[in-house]
């Protein structure tokens, strides 16, 4: 059925350094790739997401990157600050439709 | 400013009871959605609803029933809660069809005793 994989499950670096988040989907279908960010007791929102027609999206600090082939796509987060500390979680959207099946998630810690 | 409201933040319900749990949004999006939020297994999708009085499972809708008479609002409903419905309960909306980008209300920890 229809799949989305993260991973790591917990990251922890050190204030400065970059951190990657990786996700497969098993729907060749899917043509939208959002990554959420939750903070500890808020709500997920949006920080990033590709469409299948482009290969790698930059908004300042945070990248996005697809390989439609394999059939997963990256988080990339470089020069990271401990307010970037938080749950991160990629999606995928099966059969292009507009539901989105998620990730388990990933624990990011940036240590000081 | 996209607002998604959950009628409450935290909720105490005996087992056996009947749960309603309402969500609104002030944007006029048409899709809504219920996910139940455990640790370890991201969001799960309960039910969704493209339009008024419409609505389609999710890949957990065992246990649960959902309503949307007005399109503003999207009502989840335990019909009789067990405890192993406790959770994180987060709200969803998105705008049209082809515009996927859900943004979430504040969520709603649900404990059954």
């Known amino acids: 059925g229809e799949n989305v994989e993260q991973h790591p499950s917990t990251l922890s670096v050190q204030e400065g350094d970059s951190a990657v988040i990786k996700c497969t989907y098993s729907d060749s279908a899917s043509n939208y790739f959002p990554w959420y960010k939750q903070e500890l007791g808020k709500r997920p929102q949006l920080i990033i997401d590709i469409r299948s027609n482009v290969g790698e999206k930059k908004d300042q600090r945070i990248a996005v990157t697809l390989n439609k082939t394999a059939k997963h796509f990256s988080l990339h987060i470089t020069e990271t600050q401990p307010e970037d500390s938080a749950v991160y979680f990629c999606a995928a959207n099966p059969n292009q439709g507009g539901k989105l099946i998620f990730g388990q998630g990933t624990e990011l810690s940036v240590k000081p | 400013d996209v607002k998604v409201t959950q009628s409450s933040r935290y909720l105490v319900k005996r087992t056996g009871e009947k749960v309603f749990l309402e969500c609104v949004q002030d944007?006029?999006?048409?899709?809504m959605f219920w996910y139940r939020q455990d640790p370890g297994l991201g969001l799960r999708l309960i039910y969704f609803?493209?339009?008024?009085?419409?609505?389609e499972k999710g890949d957990i809708p065992e246990g649960y029933s959902v309503s949307r008479e007005k399109k503003e609002r999207f009502s989840l409903i335990l019909e009789s809660a067990s405890t192993n419905q406790t959770s994180m309960y987060l709200c969803?909306?998105?705008?049209?069809?082809?515009?996927?980008?859900?943004?979430f209300g504040p969520g709603t920890r649900l404990t059954v005793t």
């Open positions: 944007m006029d999006h048409e899709n």
């Open positions: 609803s493209y339009d008024v009085k419409m609505k």
């Open positions: 969803a909306s998105s705008p049209v069809r082809g515009r996927y980008e859900q943004y």
